[in-house]
Antibody
Framework: EVQLVESGGGLFQPGRSLRLSCTAS????????MNWVRQAPGKGLEWVGF??????????EYAASVKGRFAISRDDSRSISYLQMNGLKSEDTAIYYC?????????????WGQGALVTVSS | DIQMTQSPSTLSASVGDRVTITCRAS??????LAWYQQKPGKAPKLLIY???SLQSGVPSYFSGSGSGTKFTLTISSLQPDDFATYYC?????????FGPGTKVDI
């Protein structure tokens, strides 16, 4: 059974940094693109970015709203994806979901974690 | 960036109704479109990928169609468990983008 568990959320002050972790199990983690999507309270879904597998160079893509502040990485030996979030802003307040792509290169988002709530406030 | 729109934004329906939600892309995305269902307090769930392929485990009364810039999600006979918010998402090009959502309520 595929499982994705996010951790590292909480209350953070503007301008600070945090790193979310996504621990995966139930599939060959290293073979798949891993994605992050966020959802502000009461709002719709916003794609944050992804990291491709090592086979595809571990290349990353980001939404314009987070590019240059957020970075996605992966540790295939531990089946963990990370979302490093720097220079936090109040508008980064959201539930952050970690998702496994359906195919090895596909952009459809097959398995979702339960989400980690990040609140940015002074 | 590719912009996604959905209509309607809210849809009131009854059990047994046939429901259709439309999603439009600002440019052609071929068939690289997915549909998701989200219930309050839960993570979204993949329903349809590649515009018309049914995700494993999803009831067959859900269907998707379209290509290019216009897509539809159809629920042929609405069930009590289907009252939720539905999102489309294009993955033709980065940044991947979601539609604003369609809430299906009673």
């Amino acid at each position: 059974e595929v499982q994705l568990v996010e951790s590292g959320g909480g209350l953070f002050q503007p301008g600070r940094s945090l790193r979310l972790s996504c621990t995966a199990s139930g599939f060959t983690f290293g073979d798949y693109t891993m994605n992050w999507v966020r959802q502000a309270p009461g709002k719709g879904l916003e794609w944050v970015g992804f990291i491709r597998s090592k086979s595809f160079g571990e290349t990353t893509e980001y939404a314009a709203s987070v590019k240059g502040r957020f970075a996605i990485s992966r540790d295939d030996s531990r089946s963990i994806s990370y979302l490093q979030m720097n220079g936090l802003k109040s508008e980064d307040t959201a539930i952050y979901y970690c998702i496994k792509s359906k195919g090895k290169l596909s952009g459809s988002l097959e398995y979702w974690g339960q989400g980690a709530l990040v609140t940015v406030s002074s | 960036d590719i912009q996604m729109t959905q209509s309607p934004s809210t849809l009131s329906a009854s059990v047994g109704d046939r429901v259709t939600i439309t999603c439009r892309a600002s440019q052609s995305i071929s068939n690289l479109l997915a549909w998701y269902q989200q219930k309050p307090g839960k993570a979204p769930k993949l329903l349809i990928y590649m515009a018309s392929s049914l995700q494993s485990g999803v009831p067959s009364y859900f269907s998707g169609s379209g290509s290019g810039t216009k897509f539809t999600l159809t629920i042929s006979s609405l069930q009590p468990d289907d009252f939720a918010t539905y999102y489309c998402q294009q993955y033709h090009g980065s940044p991947f983008t979601f539609g604003p959502g369609t809430k299906v309520d009673i």
